[in-house]
């Protein structure tokens, strides 16, 4: 999972979700103003409720967001019944968002209600897409220590948004407590994804109970399910006094160029395993390649395997290339 900053935490889910802008202010009425009072002009909640909206449109930084504002100043201070019809300078959102909250607090507060919305309107089966991964907290790791407070979280990759998240105390410890976290969460409607390593039969068995999906990449360390998926997609022929072999195989493929690289994403999806394997809700399984090829003509060549709950007919072969894609941030 990757650090981000107050303002990227701030990321919104693009889906539509209807709630209650008073409610949302509410909430961050909650948090905690750090900011000296002199030479304060706008209220904390009113300039983070700014930042929502702002986020909701798209704006991704500091700059983005006080032109935004800008823009809106008479209709956004007419919302917040503010005394002047001005937005604050992108430095102001800078210095505020960097370091008159607390980064943990407005994740918390912020996903917290957001996860709220989503209990209360559960999306279409696998339109919600979650990830299960670790982090640790910027400035916890003590002078002359290696750890500092390591926590796992639930976010939507996309938007950055944390739902859930608990404090595991270091790293290796998310097998215990992915479980736990999880449960905080309403899940219908949610496909859950990680890069990370989890005991992922267990937690396979705990989505589909609570009504969600999953769609994990494969590890080499999950050496009996690795190896029948790659059996599965190895070439087959037809040898004579034999059947032909089957041929439930679906393909999608995707090709992008930019940076002076050339990049094909290519995916093949199958359910033949759903019948006989014993992972908890396995329904597809595919394998996924990305070939890269630099402006100098060299071709680099990348294969992974994985496995999910979500069936052919709300996930075809170009949905998971599309989930596929986030879980792996590239």
Known sequence: MKDTTISASLRLPKEALLF???ALYACLQTIPDHRHRRGVRYPLASLLMVGVLAKLAGQDSSRGMAHWAKLRR???????????ESMPHYSTWSRVLGHGVEPHEVEERVGQFFAQALRRA???RGSIQLAIDGKTMRGTIPLGGT????????????????????NVQKKGR??????SV????????VVGSSDAMFDRRTL???????????????????TTVRQDIEDLFQPHRKRAGTSAPPMDFRRASTIEKGHGRLDKRSIVVSSL???YSDWPGLDQVFKLERQSTNALGKTETQVRYGMTSLPAYLATPKRLLELTRVSLGN
């Open 273 to 275: 395993l759903a019948d």
């Open 122 to 124: 559960p999306g279409k």
């Open 174 to 179: 998310e097998i215990t407590f992915a479980p």
């Open 20 to 22: 209650d802008l008073d």
């Open 204 to 222: 396979s068995l705990k989505v589909v109970q609570a009504h969600g999906d999953y769609l994990w990449m494969v590890k080499d360390n999950e």
């Open 74 to 84: 008479h209709e956004l201070s007419q919302l917040f019944h503010l005394k002047r």
């Open 147 to 166: 750890e500092g407070v390591h926590l796992l979280a639930v976010y939507q990759p996309q938007q950055g948004v944390v739902l859930a998240q608990m």
């Open 182 to 189: 999880l449960k905080q969460l309403d899940l219908r409607g």
